[in-house]
């Protein structure tokens, strides 16, 4: 009788032929029936660590075997140690937690920048302990630039403190560090924003060249005008501008664009 005339269910224990004691039924890579020893599968587990945390346990019917995974180690670098973040010279950054839980902080150095307020130098110190500098100053002799009181770079040298172009009617074109306004027919006042510490500041004045016939005037001689500054304080000074026809008349005051530069050292 072949497999297709057994009915299912029909086929009980005691229907199969012993293979003989510790015998298990399988079937072959090619698929066919056969008996093999139980002790040809069993497995064997052999633990190279002896310590760490478990995460698995193999049992092979008879016994088990932990399966045990190495925990990892970090050492802190010289420097970086948990006792150097109280003492501020550290810092933490991360925690790193193991296999079996232990928290590791990991640190890094705390570096510093420094700055000397007498000389100006720029120290660094980096993660290695080591001092790197920089000069805000130069040290050539003919170096206008010294250190300030705060360590920077100071230029105590001569600058402009207020500089503008004024149209003849008084209006400023373009003006710093003042304003102005026209007081009269050729006079000007210039005021400054910030008041300056004397009244001996430079002023540097100019006029436009009106062509041989300045305004308010239309006699062809009158063609020599000239400009010249007054009433110097500390708040401000006076602009004048005239002509005097070559110097041969009283000066005849005429509105006229000029530019003026103040320097102050």
């Known amino acids: 009788m072949n497999s297709t005339k057994i009915l299912d269910g029909t086929i009980a224990t005691a229907d199969i032929a012993s293979g003989g004691n510790d015998q298990v039924l399988t079937t072959s890579a090619t698929g066919t029936v056969q008996w093999e020893a139980k002790s040809n599968l069993t497995s064997t587990v052999t633990q190279v660590v002896t310590s760490g945390n478990t995460i698995a346990t193999h049992n092979n019917g008879t016994s088990s075997v932990n399966i045990i995974e190495t925990n990892t180690e970090v050492a802190q670098a010289t420097g970086n140690a948990d006792a150097d973040v109280t003492s501020t010279d550290a810092r933490t950054i991360a925690t790193y937690t193991s296999e079996d839980g232990t928290d590791t902080t990991i640190n890094e150095s705390v570096t510093s920048l420094s700055q000397n307020t007498t000389t100006g130098v720029i120290t660094y110190n980096n993660e290695a302990g080591t001092n790197q500098t920089a000069n805000v100053v130069a040290a050539e002799t003919d170096n206008k630039l010294t250190v300030g009181a705060n360590g920077g770079a100071y230029f105590a040298g001569p600058t402009t403190v207020a500089a503008g172009k004024v149209s003849g009617a008084g209006a400023?074109?373009?003006?710093?560090?003042?304003?102005?306004?026209?007081?009269?027919?050729?006079?000007?006042?210039?005021?400054?924003?910030?008041?300056?510490?004397?009244?001996?500041?430079?002023?540097?004045?100019?006029?436009?060249?009106?062509?041989?016939?300045?305004?308010?005037?239309?006699?062809?001689?009158?063609?020599?005008?000239?400009?010249?500054?007054?009433?110097?304080?500390?708040?401000?000074?006076?602009?004048?501008?005239?002509?005097?026809?070559?110097?041969?008349?009283?000066?005849?005051?005429?509105?006229?664009?000029?530019?003026?530069n103040v320097i102050d050292f």
């Open 172 to 260: 400023a074109l373009k003006i710093y560090g003042a304003t102005v306004t026209r007081v009269n027919e050729g006079d000007y006042q210039v005021t400054f924003t910030t008041a300056r510490a004397d009244a001996n500041y430079v002023i540097q004045l100019s006029i436009l060249d009106c062509n041989g016939d300045c305004p308010g005037n239309t006699t062809a001689n009158y063609d020599d005008p000239g400009i010249t500054y007054y009433n110097q304080t500390t708040t401000g000074f006076r602009v004048n501008i005239g002509d005097s026809d070559n110097g041969t008349n009283q000066k005849d005051d005429i509105d006229l664009e000029f530019m003026f």
